[in-house]
């Protein structure tokens, strides 16, 4: 079966870091596309970014919001996705999922953790 | 990158149809056969219900149908059922970010 199991959120300052983590079972993590995408409470989905198999290059893609305060990264011998956000605001509050993608779209989504940023 | 635009609500009875439009620009909707379609019902997680336009997960009702035309993709429940009451959002890849849809509610009435 496959699982996403996603951990890591909390609550966090303005402009402080928190790194999510995302385990994978039951696929090939390793030559599989993986993504983030989050959800503001009471809004819609919103697409982070996503990184590509190391076979195909390991290169990462961003949203405008959040290029170059976030950091996606994967560690294939743990089945795991990683994202490292820093200078976080509170327009960063939101459930964050770790999805599979497929050409074109999200075909695995994992249950979601939630980041809340407030002072 | 703007979001997609959806209807905020639709709604119908069970038995009928009802039908979610999805409208982009050619930068993404008009640009690629790589819409997808997510029911989310109240606090779960996000389940792939249409990708590449119209084709069908394993599992997902043939009640559910997908379809596109220039800009504006669509997603089609027939037979409506109570248990088809969310919020279903659409998703374009836009060569490089993906963007999703504003979402829809469909309530069974």
Request: net charge positive; charged share 15%; proline share 4%.
């Amino acid at each position: 079966e496959v699982q996403l199991v996603e951990s890591g959120g909390g609550l966090v300052k303005p402009g402080g870091s928190l790194r999510l983590s995302c385990a994978a079972s039951g696929f090939a993590f390793s030559t599989a596309w993986m993504s983030w995408v989050r959800q503001a409470p009471g809004k819609g989905l919103e697409w982070v970014g996503r990184i590509k198999s190391k076979t195909d290059g390991g290169t990462t893609e961003y949203a405008a919001p959040v290029k170059g305060r976030f950091t996606i990264s994967r560690d294939d011998s743990k089945n795991t996705l990683y994202v490292q956000m820093n200078s976080l605001k509170t327009e960063d509050t939101a459930v964050y999922y770790c999805t599979a993608i497929a050409t074109g779209y999200f075909h695995r989504w994992g249950q979601g953790t939630l980041v809340t940023v407030s002072s | 990158q703007s979001a997609l635009t959806q209807p905020r609500s639709v709604s119908g009875s069970p038995g009928q149809s009802v039908t979610i439009s999805c409208t982009g620009t050619s930068s993404d909707v008009g640009g690629y056969n790589y819409v997808s379609w997510y029911q989310q019902h109240p606090d779960k997680a996000p389940k792939l219900m249409i990708y590449d336009v119209s084709k069908r997960p394993s599992g997902v009702p043939d009640r559910f149908s997908g379809s596109k035309s220039g800009n504006t993709a669509s997603l089609t429940i027939s037979g409506l059922l109570a248990e088809d009451e969310a919020d279903y959002y659409c998703c374009s890849y836009a060569g490089g970010p993906y963007v999703f849809g504003t979402g829809t509610k469909v309530t069974v009435l």
